[in-house]
C-alpha cells in the first residue's frame, strides 16, 4: 500500500495551489448568454464539492481545512456575489441544472441564497427538468443533487443507473477517454463522491475490482493526469481500495512543486488565465483523490493494528 504521507502530500500542495490562485475562479458577467455566460460556473461548483469531501473525511490538516474554508468564503463572496450570480444565471436560463448543480454543495457547507431555492423547488415543478437531454451519467448525478437538496428526485436514482455505460459492464478493452470520464463520474454518483462505498451495486463494485488497475496502468502509461486522478478516486470509493503504489507514485511525482497538477504529461504554457483553465481540474481532482485516499489508508491501518 502506498505511503500515507506521500498521499497527503499531493493534496497539500494542491491546495495551497488552489488558494493561490483563487482569482482564477472567475466569472464574465458580461459575455453573451448565448455563448456560455454559465460555462464559468462549473470550476466553482467542483471546488465546493471536492471541498465539502475535504471538511466531510477530516483528514485534513489545520492549514489545509483553513485555506478550504477562505477558499469557499473567496469565491461565495467575491466571485458569486453571496448566490446573487447564481439567481442571475437561473434567471438568464431557467432550465438549465448548472446555478442548482452548484449551489447544492454550497447549502450543504453552510451557505444560503433563499430566492435560488425558491427558484429551484418552482423549475423542477417543470416537465421540462424532467425533459432536459443529457447523458445518462449527468442525469444520474441531477437526481442524486435533487435527493441532496431535499427534493424528490425526478426521475428516481434506481431507474437511471441501467442506462450507464459502467452499469451494463461491457467489453473493458473498449473503454475511452470520454468513457472512462463517464466511469468515474457514476461511480461519484453512486458512493455520493466516497461516502457510500457500498452505494455500489455488487456487480459493479466486482467489474471495478477485476479492471480499474488495468485502466489505471493505461492511463499512467499515457501519462493523462486528469483521468488518471479521477481513477483513483474511483479506487478510493471501492468496498475495497488497492491504493496503487506505481500509480500514487507516479501521480505525485508529476505534480509541479508549487502544487499544480498538469492534464496531460507536462504544464502548459501560455497568459496566467489561459494556463488556470487548463490546470485547475487536474488539481482539484489531485486534492479530491488525496482526501478519499488518505482517509482510506488510515482506516486501513487503524483496523489492521
Same mark, same amino acid.
Given at each position: 500500500?502506498?505511503? =500515507?504521507? @506521500?498521499?497527503?502530500?499531493?493534496?497539500? $500542495? *494542491?491546495?495551497?495551489?488552489l488558494w493561490a490562485h483563487r482569482d482564477g475562479f472567475r466569472l464574465e458577467p458580461d459575455v453573451d448568454?448565448?455563448? #456560455?455566460?454559465?460555462?464559468?460556473?462549473?470550476?466553482?461548483?467542483?471546488?465546493? @464539492?471536492?471541498?465539502?469531501?475535504?471538511? $466531510?473525511?477530516?483528514?485534513?490538516?489545520?492549514?489545509? *481545512?483553513e485555506l478550504a474554508r477562505r477558499l469557499l468564503d473567496h469565491v461565495w463572496r467575491e466571485t458569486l456575489d453571496g448566490g446573487r450570480m447564481l439567481v442571475r444565471g437561473q434567471r438568464t436560463e431557467p432550465a438549465s441544472p448548472i446555478p442548482f448543480e452548484v449551489y447544492v454543495p454550497?447549502?450543504? @457547507?453552510?451557505?444560503? $441564497?433563499?430566492?435560488?431555492?425558491?427558484?429551484?423547488? +418552482?423549475?423542477?415543478? @417543470?416537465?421540462?427538468?424532467?425533459?432536459?437531454?443529457?447523458?445518462?451519467?449527468?442525469?444520474?448525478?441531477l437526481s442524486a443533487f435533487q435527493r441532496r437538496f431535499g427534493l424528490t428526485p425526478r426521475p428516481p436514482e434506481a431507474g437511471l443507473v441501467g442506462a450507464t455505460w459502467l452499469a451494463r =459492464?461491457?467489453?473493458?478493452?473498449?473503454?475511452? #477517454?470520454? =468513457?472512462?470520464?463517464?466511469?468515474?463520474?457514476?461511480?461519484?454518483?453512486?458512493?455520493d463522491w466516497g461516502e457510500n462505498p457500498d452505494g455500489l451495486p455488487p456487480g459493479i463494485a466486482d467489474y471495478l475490482a477485476a479492471w480499474l488497475p488495468v485502466w489505471i496502468d493505461d492511463w499512467l502509461d499515457l501519462e493523462r493526469w486528469d483521468l488518471l486522478?479521477?481513477? +483513483?478516486?474511483?479506487?478510493?470509493?471501492?468496498?475495497?481500495?488497492t491504493l496503487d503504489e506505481p500509480a500514487w507514485q507516479a501521480f505525485a511525482a508529476a505534480q509541479q512543486p508549487d502544487g499544480a497538477m498538469p492534464a496531460v504529461r507536462t504544464m502548459p504554457e501560455g497568459e496566467p488565465d489561459e494556463v488556470f483553465d487548463i490546470v485547475y481540474h487536474p488539481t482539484l481532482v489531485a486534492?479530491?483523490? %488525496?482526501?478519499?485516499?488518505? %482517509?482510506?489508508? +488510515? %482506516?486501513?491501518?487503524?483496523?489492521? %493494528?
Open positions: 500500500m502506498t505511503d =500515507t504521507r @506521500l498521499i497527503h502530500t499531493v493534496g497539500v $500542495r *494542491a491546495m495551497e495551489w448568454p448565448e455563448t #456560455g455566460f454559465l460555462e464559468r460556473f462549473k470550476p466553482i461548483g467542483e471546488l465546493a @464539492l471536492i471541498c465539502r469531501v475535504l471538511f $466531510r473525511e477530516g483528514v485534513a490538516g489545520s492549514r489545509q *481545512a454550497f447549502k450543504e @457547507l453552510g451557505y444560503s $441564497r433563499p430566492d435560488l431555492e425558491r427558484a429551484v423547488v +418552482l423549475n423542477h415543478r @417543470l416537465d421540462s427538468w424532467v425533459a432536459f437531454e443529457t447523458t445518462p451519467t449527468r442525469r444520474l448525478g =459492464t461491457p467489453e473493458p478493452w473498449t473503454v475511452e #477517454g470520454h =468513457t472512462a470520464y463517464d466511469v468515474t463520474h457514476t461511480v461519484f454518483h453512486l458512493t486522478g479521477e481513477l +483513483l478516486v474511483v479506487d478510493a470509493c471501492l468496498p475495497h481500495p486534492a479530491f483523490a %488525496s482526501f478519499l485516499a488518505t %482517509s482510506r489508508a +488510515l %482506516s486501513a491501518l487503524a483496523h489492521a %493494528s
